[in-house]
């Protein structure tokens, strides 16, 4: 019987595949995915892969195509049920199984859904998503006879992450706000087990979302965690994205974290226990996390965003924490290098049950810069890199140093100013900081005269609120 499949040329991205369900990404296509995967794992030599999937309406329909194309691989599937991300990656880990694939649509709208995907322990990413799609349509498939069995990892997982509490005397009152994403079950049960007082925000998982969209990035949807926060005069409140590989952090006044500001906390950790280490950031990064990894004895390391692509550098550096502004934050450190969430939380609370200060004295302690959040706006996919590349060639050509190791970073005597094309979306993303707010709005200027200059409206500045 032959096979041959042709996934939507918008599916198959940078980091993970990805599309609007029954327009762009249907059963075929997990189906196809199972197929061409499971013949990349046995080609490999491997014969196990472990299989999960998040909250989603969409999810379990995706799920059991992409399990039966495995099987017709020869493979045999460890099917963790539905639960994070993360714990589908501790699962490969734990079963030494020799890929994963996750069912998620991560923080995308509910009408989203994809595959995230590990081999060999690492990720799965760029030309090899590239060639999972050639497989699939030349129909270069293994075919076998495969296996399934069900594998119940969450008490494990949950006794692991738990396992790293590191705290002191000091309980803490804490708001978990779930998002109803896919995290729900697992989070009920660590919070279970973990010293203080826990207060559950939207833990049924509900592939609606309810409550609110499930991505801790966007400050409107940290308002009902917020205001929990306050009416509970909790001493912070933490939130995840649908799949909970990324994490929203909100001090006891209810002021919002942002990834930069949360990772100098925990590179100052690390670093009092690993001198010398390098603490990778991505190019949206604070100058101040580079500054402070320096200033705690660390080695700053900035690298471009995504998460495939960062946790392939830690893998290469050795490094012990990365991090990136969207929330992605991972441990090596006595844990497995993924992006992680719920452990990510544990490992904060260790932080902070063993300081004296609330969360809020030291994030009103860190070095003080003018910045805007990170700015996402519309530009074609056709046209997206194109823009960055005409700017670094204009900058380039005036004489202007820069970073082009992920879209264009220009630093002046003002601060510095970033614009990269996303690899999941149709946007650019721009951000810019500065020592104080005429410097910003110099940068800005400058910024919004490069974007017209290659024909592409600038964001609306006033609109987003600087941190």
């Known amino acids: 019987m032959t096979f041959s499949h042709r996934f939507d040329p918008s599916v198959l991205r940078e980091y993970d595949i990805r599309g609007i369900v029954g327009e762009t990404l249907r059963p075929a296509d997990a189906f196809a995915v199972g197929r061409a995967f499971g013949s990349l794992v046995a080609r490999a030599g491997g ?16 799920e059991m195509p992409l399990v ?3 099987k017709q691989s020869g493979i045999t599937v460890l099917r963790i049920g539905r639960g994070p991300t993360p714990m589908l990656y501790y699962a490969a880990a734990r079963e030494a199984a020799d890929g994963a694939a996750m069912v998620t649509g991560s923080h995308n709208p509910p009408d989203h859904n994809g595959f995230k995907m590990v081999l060999g322990g690492k990720p ?10 050639r497989i ?11 296996d399934e069995c069900r594998l119940d990892i969450t008490d494990s997982y949950v006794g692991r992450v738990v396992q790293d509490w590191d705290g002191g005397a000091r309980a803490l009152s804490v708001v978990w706000d779930n998002g109803n994403g ?5 989070l009920e049960r660590l919070t279970g087990r973990l010293s203080g007082r826990h207060v559950l925000l939207n833990g049924t998982i509900d592939g609606h979302f309810p409550a609110h969209h499930p991505d801790p990035t966007v400050p409107k949807n940290l308002e009902q965690l917020i205001a929990e926060v306050r009416s509970q005069h909790a001493d912070l409140g933490i939130a995840f994205d649908g799949d909970a590989d990324r ?8 002021a919002i974290l942002f990834g930069d500001q949360l990772m100098v906390l925990l590179a100052r950790d690390v670093l009092s226990r690993n001198p010398g280490a390098t603490i990778i950031a991505d190019v949206k990064a604070s100058q101040v996390l580079f500054d402070e990894i320096t200033r705690a004895g660390g080695n700053a390391l900035m690298w471009r965003t995504g998460h495939s692509l960062i946790k392939a550098k830690m893998a290469e550096t050795g490094a012990p924490l990365a991090g990136e502004m969207s929330g992605h934050i991972f441990f090596a450190e006595r844990w497995y290098g993924f992006d992680d969430a719920l452990y990510v939380a544990v490992r904060l609370l260790g932080v902070l049950a063993r300081c004296a200060q609330p969360l809020s004295e030291l994030r009103a302690a860190l070095p003080k810069a003018v910045n805007t959040p990170e700015l996402r706006f519309a530009c074609p996919e056709e046209r997206k890199f194109a823009v960055v590349a005409e700017v670094a060639a204009r900058l380039k050509a005036r004489g202007t140093r820069l ?3 992920d879209g264009v970073r220009v630093a002046t005597a003002d601060g510095w100013w970033l614009l990269r094309a996303s690899n999941t979306q149709a946007v650019l993303v721009a951000r810019a900081e500065a020592r104080d707010a005429a ?12 974007l017209a200059a290659s024909g592409v409206t600038a964001p609306d500045f006033a609109a987003a609120a600087a941190h």
């Open 182 to 186: 896919a995290a729900g079950e697992v």
């Open 403 to 405: 970073n082009d190791i």
């Open 247 to 254: 994490i929203g952090v909100v001090d006891d006044t209810g």
């Open 439 to 450: 410097g910003l709005e110099r940068l800005k200027a400058v910024l919004v005269a490069e």
């Open 68 to 70: 039966e194309g495995l």
């Open 136 to 146: 699939a349509e030349t129909g270069t498939l293994v075919t076998a006879v495969g």
């Open 124 to 133: 799965f990413y760029g030309e090899a998503i590239r060639k999972l799609g």
């Open 47 to 62: 014969t196990r892969i472990a299989v999960g999937y998040d909250g989603r309406l969409s999810s379990p329909s995706l």
